[in-house]
């Protein structure tokens, strides 16, 4: 049976705040959120794979930043941090975070790093669309 991290009224909070904030295209409002949950989680020394998954979160806003900021550099770090907490689209390490549907999230972000990382980067996809 899969270990559950169950959230305080706090971080659930945090966790829905940083949604909201994501869902709106506020990648930086969302990050704070989420940084609040994970200090949270680290602080109640809560299962290390829910912090990493807290952090994969964050570094998914990171990566939005970036690609609105046109930075190819960022969005492959992020990217390399990200997957190495939350998987790959075709291996995710969760199904669900807390309601977030992760395989979703990581499909829906693969294109943003594909975009950049092409030879001649089009910068043309609207992160806004990206729901969680």
């Keep these: ?35 609040e949950m994970w200090k949270s989680l680290k602080a109640r020394e809560a299962d290390q794979r829910y912090i990493l998954g807290i952090q994969g979160l964050i570094q998914t806003t990171a990566l939005m930043f970036q690609y609105e900021r046109q930075k190819t550099r960022g969005i492959v770090k992020m990217w390399s941090k990200l997957t190495d907490k939350l998987g790959t689209p075709d291996s995710p390490l969760f199904e669900d975070l807390w309601s977030v549907d992760v395989p979703k999230v990581l499909q829906d972000v693969l294109p943003f790093f594909t975009d950049a990382t092409t030879e001649e980067p089009t910068w043309g996809l609207n992160p806004n669309t990206i729901i969680i």
């Design 1 to 35: 049976m899969a270990v559950k991290c169950p959230l305080s009224e706090q971080e659930q909070r945090w966790l829905d705040g940083g949604i909201t904030e994501f869902n709106t295209g506020r990648y930086w409002h969302a990050h704070e959120d989420w940084e």
